[in-house]
């Protein structure tokens, strides 16, 4: 976004010139000397002030023009110089500020040919001391100028070289967990899912509940073993694969169905309320949704027991999603009495980075989970 730092270096500059503008009119306004200014002189300050406004866009521009305005000056025998001389001092700033190879160069000479023209009568007698003073008062504020741009260049290097050295050691953290996901989660997911094939083909199955438990379980794996493949792609090169790999809007409906599926499966009761416009989310919306949901109904299983009843429900309202489920207790205990983990702190992590908000806790009759997120639709 060029346009975007011009935009912010021209602003800047403005306001520096209408700092340096604000003092020459304190000058002609409040200075002894200002005040006693010729008509020449002054409508030569009051141009040169007004005329430094080309710089935002053009810093040699204006060197030339107040150096002709000098130079004007003399030939109409203007007694004070003083605006027009600070004028150009600050103009030589700006341009060794800004610029760099030929216009400086260019702009230097003509600076210096216009202040020598200024003091033309001391030419004549001290050539050199007047040569010697117009160098010093153009070449000191654009040396320091100069300074000035080569700090900033050296400070965007630095900026550079600590977004790539940043870049490098989050590229090698991707790689490292990546690589520890593949050796151990996803061996061990392959191996599970390997043996309930062997288990499945070579057990007498006469209990048709233990064939599509068995099922249930090699399909389970095996979706969660694509998963972890797909994640690894996108932690060692996030280019490659899209965010939204894990699921497309387009499959939310069904992947929502998916989950409440196997919730059933396992005993629970879920009313379902999906609203059909969920195809119009975006790709994180919609991961984010999901995610929601199958560490929802995990948790109702998991804590309020495998005979629980849960209604899960997912509207559109304006902008924003509206996700609920709550769960109103089973006639037995939770299935284990495991907690501690770090699902519910993911899911406020996923929902917060949406710019939503993530509300859980428990009801009279058993716990609710409620998130409020943008849709970040597509028309």
Do not use: K
């Not at 866009?57 to 204006?62: E, F, K, N, Q």
């Amino acid at each position: 976004m060029l346009w975007v730092g011009r935009l912010f270096e021209e602003r800047h500059t403005a306001v520096r010139l209408t700092v340096v503008g604000l003092s020459g009119v304190g000058y002609l306004v409040l200075a002894p000397g200002g005040q006693t200014l010729s008509l020449l002189d002054r409508f030569l300050a009051i141009g040169v002030i007004a005329f430094g406004y080309v710089g935002i866009w053009s810093p040699v521009a204006v060197v030339c023009g107040i150096s002709a305005a000098l130079a004007v000056g003399w030939f109409f025998g203007a007694d004070n110089d003083a605006v027009p001389t600070v004028a150009l001092a600050w103009a030589m700033f700006e341009l060794g500020a800004r610029r760099s190879g030929r216009q400086v160069w260019c702009g230097l000479a003509v600076a210096i040919a216009g202040s020598m023209l200024s003091d033309y009568d001391e030419l004549l007698d001290v050539a050199l001391t007047v040569l010697y003073a117009a160098t010093a008062a153009v070449a000191g504020p654009l040396l320091l100028g100069m300074h000035v741009r080569a700090l900033g260049e050296l400070n965007r290097q630095a900026a550079d070289r600590a977004r790539e050295e940043m870049s490098r050691i989050r590229a090698e953290e991707r790689t490292a967990i990546a690589r520890e996901l593949h050796d151990l989660v996803a061996h061990h997911v392959a191996s599970i899912v390997l043996r309930v094939g062997v288990a499945r083909g070579v057990l007498p199955l006469d209990d048709p509940r233990v064939r599509q438990v068995l099922d249930d379980v090699h399909a389970t794996g095996a979706g969660a073993l694509a998963d972890l493949r797909r994640l690894v792609a996108v932690l060692r090169d996030p280019g490659s694969t899209r965010y939204a790999s894990f699921v497309e809007p387009e499959g939310l409906p069904v992947a929502l169905r998916t989950a409440v599926d196997r919730s059933h499966q396992i005993g629970l009761t879920v009313q379902v309320d999906i609203d059909p416009d969920v195809v119009r989310l975006d790709s994180r919306t919609a991961l984010a949704v999901l995610r929601l949901t199958q560490e929802g109904l995990a948790n109702v299983a998991t804590h309020a027991g495998t005979t629980a009843r849960a209604r899960l429900s997912v509207r559109l309202s304006d902008d924003q999603v509206e996700f609920d489920l709550r769960d109103f207790g089973g006639s037995t205990g939770p299935a284990t009495g495991a907690s501690g983990g770090h699902g519910l702190v993911g899911l406020r992590e996923r929902v917060e980075v949406l710019g939503g908000r993530l509300q859980a806790g428990p009801t009279e009759s058993g716990w609710r989970l409620t998130a409020l997120m943008p849709t970040g639709a597509t028309t």
